[in-house]
């Protein structure tokens, strides 16, 4: 499976960003989606994650109410559309994909967010 991000940008505090992830390969192996991201100096963490069958999703805590999580499994993307960005959300943002198996966790190359204040 290879994941490839893209729509990630500059922007003021309280703007908006859309990223996507497009996913190829054996994708039937992917069983859930998730975006996570990485500020500098700071662990990787979990954003929003969404499984396959596009229903159920969560969100961490900061970051709900303001971004939504959807997938079009017609088209094998992901997206993350964030408004009400803040500085505090500044991050490379990376797309994951697990399967049923350990072995199956993909990740994209990451994209990244900036949000002025």
């Known amino acids: 499976v290879q994941l490839v991000e893209s729509g990630g940008g500059l922007v003021q505090a309280g703007g908006s960003l859309r990223l996507s992830c497009a996913a190829s390969?054996?994708?039937?192996?992917?069983?859930?989606m998730g975006w996570y991201r990485q500020a500098p100096g700071k662990q990787r963490e979990l954003v929003a994650a969404?499984?396959?069958?596009?229903?159920?999703?969560n969100y961490a805590d900061s970051v709900k109410g303001r971004f939504t999580i959807s997938r079009d499994n017609a088209k094998n993307t992901m997206y993350l559309q964030m408004n009400s960005l803040k500085p505090e959300d500044t991050a490379v943002y990376y797309c994951n994909a697990k399967g049923y198996y350990p072995r199956d966790d993909y990740w994209g190359q990451g994209t990244q967010v900036t949000v002025s204040s």
């Open positions: 390969g054996s994708t039937y192996r992917i069983t859930a």
């Open positions: 969404i499984i396959s069958g596009g229903g159920s999703s």
